[in-house]
Every structure is written in C-alpha cells, then in structure tokens.
C-alpha cells in the first residue's frame, strides 16, 4: 500500500488519506462512497475517470476546476485506450492500466501530460473503485503543480514504466522476469534499464539500488512473486 508519507503536497496527500478513510476492512471504495461535500477544498484538484474493459479505455468523468486551468482545455469526457493514446499520455496509460491491474493506488511525479503545457511538473495520486468490490471500474486521483525547488528527485525523473522496472531491479528480477511479467521484450528492458541507470546517475546495478532504496523506493506487493 501507498505510504502517506511519501505524497510530497498537502492536497494530493489529504486525498489519499480521504480514499484511506473509505477503504475498510481491505475493501476498495466505490463510487458512491466517494462524497462530494466532504471533499469541497478539494474538488478543484479531483478528478474521477471510468474504465471500460476490452478493450481498457479510460475516461474522465469528472476534471476539477483547478486541474482545467493548468491544462488550459476541458478534459470531461475525454477517452482513451491503447490504440489511442497520444504520446504524452503514454505515462498516465501505463499508471492508469497498473492501478487497474494491482488494484493498488499509486504515486506519480511527472512531466505534465496536457498539449503545450508539458514543463509543468506535477504530483500526481490515483487509487482503484470499485462497485462490486473486485473489479475496479473507476478511478479517483489528484493532482498538484509542484512548486519550484520540489520540483524532481532522479526518480521522480522516471517514466511509470521506467518505475515499474526499477521496482523490478530492486527485487532482484533479472530482464527475462522482467519483460515477462511487463509483457514487453528483453532487449526493451535492457534499453529501459540504461535510461534508469542515466537518470539516476548510477554506475552499477549496486549503486542503483542504493540509491533507490535511500530515494524511498518500495516494492509492490506483487513485486516480489
């Protein structure tokens, strides 16, 4: 599970902690557990999509005020699967299909994905709902700019599959696990991971993991099988 204390803005934060507080008993929350009116400082920066299986689609159904502003362009209504997905969504696709997969949420610092706003560096949280309390059919997720000075640590510097494979590193997987729990081939782990190693600036798979570790890097649950 996601550690509170890892989610750097106060709203992103509050957030999460407001999914928490619905989620009991290991049980994901569903839609309409999720009340507006416990959430009003907190609209502005909220957002809920739908997800749709086979093929997975994503689409907001709700953006907040705040987050249109940023993006300068109303994202309501919005859809996207694999086939497509613009090129600087690729990074939400991939953490939207890991929260939906994990039925876990996740923490993202990354390049803004909104048309011609992608220097905007952002914090970013989404957690599974789910009405039958198995699938997951819905996320709910925030979003805060981060301030100058807050702005990247080497591995906020990662793409979300990027993250996924140095999770997997971390482990202790080598790239054959790895590709094929990713779906994805060797030699596109092998170039992943020497992305990973300029990024985080490391000369050694060692010193990568040290510094993953000291970066407050955890595994997934499913990380380790």
């Known amino acids: 599970m996601l550690d509170a204390a890892t989610l750097r803005t106060p709203k992103v934060r509050r957030a999460y902690q407001y999914w928490l507080s619905k989620s009991v008993g290991g049980r994901l929350p569903s839609r309409s557990d999720i009340k507006p009116r416990e959430l009003v400082d907190l609209l502005d ?7 749709t299986p086979e093929p997975l689609t994503f ?15 109303e994202y309501t209504g919005l859809a ?11 990074d939400v696709f ?8 994990t039925r876990l949420p996740r923490r993202d610092g990354q390049r803004a994905p909104w048309a011609n706003k992608e220097f905007y560096w952002i914090e970013q949280m989404v957690a599974p709902l789910s009405n039958d309390g198995k699938s997951v059919d819905m996320l709910f997720g925030a979003i805060e700019v981060l301030k100058q000075g807050m702005e ?5 510097r990662l ?16 790239n054959k696990v790895i590709a094929l729990k990713l779906s994805i081939g060797e030699r596109t782990v ?10 985080m600036k490391a000369g050694s798979l060692a010193e990568l993991i040290r510094l993953a570790l000291a970066a407050g890097v955890k595994l997934h649950p499913d990380s380790g099988s």
């Open 45 to 51: 920066q909220l957002f809920l999509v739908e997800v």
């Open 59 to 73: 689409t907001f159904r709700l953006v907040g005020t705040k987050l249109t502003k940023w993006a300068g362009l």
């Open 80 to 90: 996207f699967s694999a086939r497509t997905v613009a090129p600087n969504w690729e």
């Open 94 to 101: 991939d953490t939207f299909c890991r929260v939906v997969k």
């Open 152 to 156: 990247r640590t080497p591995f906020d």
């Open 159 to 174: 793409t979300a599959r990027e993250r996924d494979i140095l999770l997997l590193l971390v482990a202790g997987k080598p």
């Open 190 to 199: 092998e170039a992943h991971r020497s992305q990973i190693m300029i990024k």
